[in-house]
């Protein structure tokens, strides 16, 4: 699912307008020149952010604005898989899983627009992407690796395929009655090497790579000494792909000779997405330490614009932090020391404020008005995240469109315009793990890890390695939403997660009856905390509550209301009345959202007791203006301070605290404010 495809991007401006126009010499949305911020030394832009934040929304842009305009390569790194051939992309966005191949594709996107043929770098590559011979899966995939690379340079004509096969019959027939072909890598090296020298006669770059090995390699072919320490690994590896990236930087800066610089001719513009990936990593962290190095030859000013999934690596401790806003006029980057790191500036991409989101809720023809608090209900359900905002206006004008009604307490209900539930849709974007976003599902509705623990073994879940609820903690830590889940604490940390899993588990219930439904997982966890005595008193009764059983609820706090004598006791019946209108409310078709008519006075025949109605209306008022994204209703605002006012001067101790919410909680109601309590 694309996001943003076709939206447009808000909030983003200081980076797409402003630093990038600074660092490429050219405007982003008008065919004109710009004064360059840098010259001679530019720093790595790496955007970082969490899933959904628009990382790749913003490269997509670079790469639509800038196409035709100066030279481009788009690639994304990816974990690292077989040797299978890979297909040409259809979207521009080339996959890459591993440095290499990085390198490679950074070739097939700039050779056409730079002209060059990448002299040195392209036997580089040719003799590191070897296979083992009788691997006809690995020699497939090389031979089309090279065909690419040499109809890009413009070195070959005719059909990839065609070229691939001349290439895998030429080596293979080099290999005929080779002493040490079977199985061996060297002697596929040696004949790939061969074939090219034959082929392309590129001497200077013979001689380049021969000054980059140590004297004692003096007699050895330089080209397949680099592919055997390629093959080798560890440090050998390193050091043959220092080679390789120095030999990349010398052909890009080659390509711009006087005239060009004279001329002020902008230089490429390379766009890597999820540079967190190992092949992400290697590729920044050779350039970087290649950028590092005060006697570096040449001088290239490649702008490069990557991002990382999360926050800055530990092993970043020189890199530049900027916020968006601190973009507008300067950048603010110098290089300070000689760690590569400092040849970084880290942007990190922040949320969308109300401002950002009201321009996504303007439909592109007349329609129906819009509810006049829908872009603050987004932007408090969403905390300004790009993609879930994106998703949830789109459907709101969809929804529109088909003569719907949208009010904010509508948004979780609402499709995709492909027809889809949102929160679906969203959940497999920002946890793309299908088994761990099943199991998240139902254990985000436990208060802690404990309580995630004990419910994973009632549902039998079951673990990969470890125990269930550790696996997801895990995941949400690897996938960066959080660092560290304290086992006292939920197990989704984000408010925009965990609402999301909340309402998935609550829509994908199968009644009352299911074993894994809401009000079985209800039941279990409103046990659970009960065993715990007082102090889970809070979890029992938002558990009850949850499965819609608000009449227990009431029972329990009139109960304690009229036996509980001590002032301290005050408190605690406040924690607990404020904590258990927190509950999620249950599926739609177990339960009838009745809470304003019963917060005003619908239910009050079925109670006997005045306290008991009292706190019947209180609960359901409170209950009502908790939701975390809906706007208070000012009705039952009211009815909350007037409950309390009410119960205040009719308990003998309690009336002095219970006064004091009755002033402050409607006010902290109105202004979606926590509930102040005594003690906090």
């Not at 898989?81 to 996107?109: F, H, K, M, Q, W």
């Not at 592919?227 to 440090?235: A, L, R």
């Not at 052909?251 to 997405?273: K, T």
């Not at 406040?574 to 078709?589: F, H, S, V």
Request: charged share 25%.
């Amino acid at each position: 699912m694309r996001i943003w495809e076709g939206s447009p991007l808000y909030g983003r401006d200081p980076l797409l307008r402003s630093l990038i126009p600074r660092l490429t010499g050219l405007a982003y949305d008008e065919r004109s020149r710009t004064a360059r911020e840098h010259a001679g030394d530019l720093p790595v832009v790496l955007l970082t952010g969490h899933h959904g934040m628009g990382r790749s929304a913003v490269l997509k842009e670079l790469a639509a604005r800038y196409a035709g305009r100066l030279p481009v390569a788009h690639v994304r790194a990816v974990a690292a898989e077989s040797d299978a051939v890979r297909p040409v992309p259809s979207d521009g966005t080339a996959v890459a899983s591993t440095c290499v191949e990085i390198l490679t594709e950074l070739v097939y996107g700039l050779a056409p627009a730079l002209r060059r043929r990448f002299p040195v770098l392209l036997p580089g590559l040719f003799a590191v992407s070897g296979w083992r011979h009788g691997n006809g899966e690995q020699r497939d995939a090389a031979c089309l690796r090279y065909a690419r690379l040499l109809l890009a340079c413009r070195l070959a004509t005719g059909s990839e395929n065609a070229l691939r096969q001349a290439w895998a019959t030429a080596v293979e027939g080099r290999l005929e009655g080779a002493v040490e072909a079977a199985g061996s890598r060297r002697a596929v090296t040696a004949a790939v090497v061969a074939e090219y020298i034959d082929r392309h006669r590129p001497a200077a770059a013979v001689e380049w790579y021969r000054r980059r090995f140590p004297p004692g390699a003096e007699g050895q072919d330089p080209l397949v000494l680099l592919g055997e320490w390629f093959q080798q690994g560890g440090d050998y590896r390193h050091a043959a792909e220092q080679s390789l990236m120095a030999a990349f930087l010398r052909d890009v800066s080659a390509s711009y000779g006087r005239l060009q610089r004279w001329n002020r001719e902008p230089w490429p513009l390379i766009l890597l997405d999820d540079a967190h990936c190992a092949a992400g990593q290697d590729f920044l962290e050779l350039l970087l330490e290649h950028r590092s190095r005060p006697t570096r030859a040449e001088r290239e000013e490649l702008v490069v614009v990557a991002t990382r999934l999360g926050g800055l690596p530990e092993n970043a401790p020189a890199a530049v932090r900027r916020a968006l806003p601190d973009l507008v006029k300067s950048s603010g980057w110098e290089r300070k020391g000689l760690a590569p790191s400092a040849g970084v500036l880290a942007v990190a991409l922040t949320p969308l404020n109300r401002d950002d989101i009201l321009p996504l809720l303007v439909p592109d023809r007349p329609a129906r008005p819009l509810h006049p608090y829908l872009a603050t209900a987004v932007h408090s359900l969403t905390g300004g995240h790009p993609a879930a905002a994106t998703v949830l206006c789109a459907a709101v004008l969809h929804a529109t469109e088909q003569g719907a009604d949208v009010a904010p307490r509508d948004l979780l209900e609402l499709t995709a315009p492909g027809g889809r539930p949102v929160t679906e849709a969203l959940l497999e974007r920002l946890l793309p793990n299908r088994r761990q976003r099943e199991r998240l599902t139902l254990l985000s509705l436990a208060r802690d890890s404990t309580a995630a623990e004990a419910l994973a073994g009632h549902l039998r879940l079951q673990g990969p390695d470890q125990l269930p609820a550790n696996s997801a903690t895990d995941y949400l830590e690897e996938q960066q939403w959080q660092q560290f889940t304290p086992p006292d604490r939920p197990l989704v940390g984000d408010a925009l997660l965990q609402t999301l899993l909340v309402h998935e588990a609550r829509r994908t219930s199968r009644g009352a009856d299911d074993s894994r439904g809401w009000q079985e997982i209800h039941r279990f966890l409103r046990m659970h905390h009960t065993q715990r005595g007082e102090s889970g008193e809070a979890d029992a009764l938002r558990h009850t509550l949850a499965a819609g059983n608000a009449e227990t609820v009431v029972a329990t706090l009139a109960e304690e209301f009229q036996s509980e004598q001590d002032e301290q006791g005050a408190a605690h019946w406040l924690r607990c009345l404020q904590y258990a209108a927190t509950a999620p409310t249950p599926p739609a078709g177990e339960w009838t959202d009745v809470r304003m008519q019963v917060a005003l006075g619908a239910h009050d025949a079925r109670y006997a007791d005045p306290h008991e109605r009292c706190v019947n209306r209180l609960l359901h008022a409170l209950w009502h203006v908790s939701e975390p994204y809906a706007e208070p209703d000012p009705d039952m605002c009211k009815a909350v301070g007037e409950e309390l006012a009410y119960l205040s001067p009719r308990h003998p101790s309690w009336h002095a605290v219970l006064g004091q919410a009755a002033r402050s909680w409607p006010a902290a109601a109105r202004k979606r404010r926590p509930f102040p309590l005594p003690g906090q």
